[in-house]
């Protein structure tokens, strides 16, 4: 250990004594410092017990240093403005230079709209930045945050005070299909719809999914998947249907324009899509870049819904 520490050197100590030597003055150096000259008095003399030499004399009405003190002056005095400037300083951050990596959580129907055009406009503004993303939903989410996400983008319920919320859209739900197989009419009953087999997206892995919990009536579902991910390429060329959020439906559609949507004969509220973060993130100016265009990706995903 430096014989410094194991002295209990107190380094505010030295930011005394070099204001005294700059001053010359006692009384000169406890204005600066917002200090009494007391103060000032006992931190010489406990620096000069710790360092075990004279640092000042008096010369007129001022001090002087002596040449141990002229030497500790010129040690210190570059590296005390250094940190102090460091401190002081306002932080510069640029997307454009920055190798952070922010871990994202993110519900697979936002991975669907939200991660491509993340990438494309990072590629484009902060290059060298990089995303982990994340599977979360609601029931997952919280803990997720808990353990380390940056920010994540889901359908959430309670949530600790800690984390911050910004509501990005709240969308409703469409009846999606290939109708080169299944023909709809423009406006289906709910016995037609109930009558079509389904491909349901169930996070707990069963035959059931929000229609059940709306409607409280079954459907006749053939398939059960856990992500949305699948949904185009199992109705791409069947006569099964899918109940999905609008956005999903939009994003499926721009690479397989051929499958339809009809409206639900039922009503079904959508739960709010939010951007969630921990507050300790809120001046972090990596993870506020990313929520601010997280934030513009959803405002230009608005017209589709």
Known sequence: MNAGYGRDLDL???????????TGSVTAAA????????????????????????????????????GRGARLHAALSPHLQAIVDAA?????????????????????????????ALLRDLAREAPRMRVIAVPVQFRTVAAALASGLDAAVT?????????????????????????????????LTADE?????????????DLRGIVEDVVQRPRNVRCSVSSFAMLGA????????????DLVAANIRETRSHLA??????????????????????????????????????????PRL
């Open 12 to 22: 505010n100590l030295l930011r005394v004594f070099v204001v005294v030597a700059d």
């Open 31 to 66: 204005s600066r410092l917002y200090l009494t000259q007391p103060a000032v008095s006992a931190a010489l003399r406990r620096l000069t017990t710790t360092i075990g030499a004279p640092l000042f004399v008096r010369r007129g009405r001022g001090l002087a240093l002596t």
């Open 88 to 116: 002081l300083s306002e932080p510069h951050w640029s997307p454009a230079t920055s190798e952070r990596t922010l871990r994202l959580g993110l519900s697979d129907t936002c991975e669907l709209w939200l991660l491509p």
């Open 155 to 187: 359908v959430a319920d309670e949530l600790p005070v800690t984390v911050r919320r910004q509501p990005l859209f709240c969308g409703g739900f469409v009846c999606l299909f290939d109708p080169r197989h299944t023909r709809l009419r423009r406006k």
């Open 193 to 205: 719809y109930f009558a079509l087999e389904h491909v349901i997206v169930s996070y707990n892995g």
């Open 234 to 245: 199992l109705l791409d060329g069947s006569s099964l249907v899918a109940t999905v959020p």
């Open 261 to 302: 949507t009809r409206p639900l004969p039922f009503e079904i509220e959508g739960t709010p899509t939010e951007l969630l973060w921990p507050s300790g993130t809120d001046d972090d100016e990596a993870c506020r870049f990313v929520r601010g265009k997280i934030l513009e990706l959803a405002r230009s995903a608005l």
